[in-house]
């Protein structure tokens, strides 16, 4: 198992906020594949990169995370394609790698070549939409849980929205584009059972970029391990984890 701290860190960020297929064999992926980029992506929010009538179907989209707290200091890289979803990101020198795509939510150490893939529940797969992103809507599901609007605020240059909300587990508060897009830019947790505090900060928002549907599937060589959910939840309930590396976006496996 990855360091415990940094760990731990990533877990609160991930799943306090709620936001990382393979029912056949997968087409080979390079392990460090990166998608290709159309030339002259444009920051979200401003313009979008100029692309084909085929990408603008589907939409695209990359978010850089830089997450800060006690466990230390960590970048996370996501990607979308419509409701396909990968993440990336090192932890104490293993690279962590998540993709959900259809049915499957695989989460594997490319680092040890070890991983599992745990069937989805019909509440996730429900929640999908070809137009909707899966990463990013942190600000859209704290109102849902009762957030407020506090204030306006200029963000990095940004017209911003900050919400805001306090419950038993702690402090949220994101600032989020004034904007339909609503992508969070700064997120901030005050965690009230261990009296500290946890950043993230969103950077280089892009969409429009051309991305292969085999950058959605996982490297065929890594040694995955499958569960029903129901398999996954029990032994998640006995030991606290199963696999070599914690499932990060319970959303998108769980649905909530």
């Known amino acids: ?29 390079e392990p ?4 290709k980029v159309q030339a002259a992506a444009k920051k979200a929010g401003t313009a979008k990169a100029p692309a084909t009538p085929k990408a603008e179907m589907v939409p695209t ?30 932890v104490a020198g293993h690279k962590v790698v998540t993709i959900v795509n259809g049915e499957w939510y695989v989460a594997y150490d490319a680092t040890k070549g070890l991983g599992i893939r745990v069937h989805r529940t019909e509440e996730a797969l429900a929640n999908e939409a070809p137009f909707k992103r899966p990463f990013g809507n942190e600000a859209v599901k704290l109102i849902k849980r009762g957030g407020e609007k506090i204030r306006d605020e200029v963000f990095h240059g940004r017209p911003a929205i900050v919400y805001q909300l306090t419950d038993r587990l702690g402090r949220r508060t994101i600032w989020a584009t004034a904007d339909a897009i609503n992508i969070p830019l700064r997120i901030e947790f005050y965690n009230r059972q261990t009296a500290s505090n946890l950043s993230t900060d969103y950077v280089d928002w892009l969409t429009g970029l051309v991305i292969s549907d085999d950058f959605f599937t996982p490297d065929p060589r890594i040694n995955v391990k499958s569960y029903e959910f129901s398999e996954y939840a029990h032994f998640t309930s006995k030991i606290g984890g199963v696999g070599p590396v914690p499932v990060l976006y319970m959303d998108l496996l769980r649905g909530h």
């Open 61 to 90: 989209w990359y978010a850089q995370a830089l997450a800060q707290g006690p466990g230390g200091f960590n970048v996370t890289h996501f990607w979308s394609k419509g409701s396909k979803f990968r993440a990336e990101t090192v």
């Open 32 to 35: 460090t594949a990166q998608p």
């Open 1 to 29: 198992m990855i360091v415990r701290g940094v760990t731990a860190m990533l877990l609160v960020c991930a799943l306090g906020f709620g936001s990382a297929a393979l029912a056949q064999q997968p087409s080979p992926v």
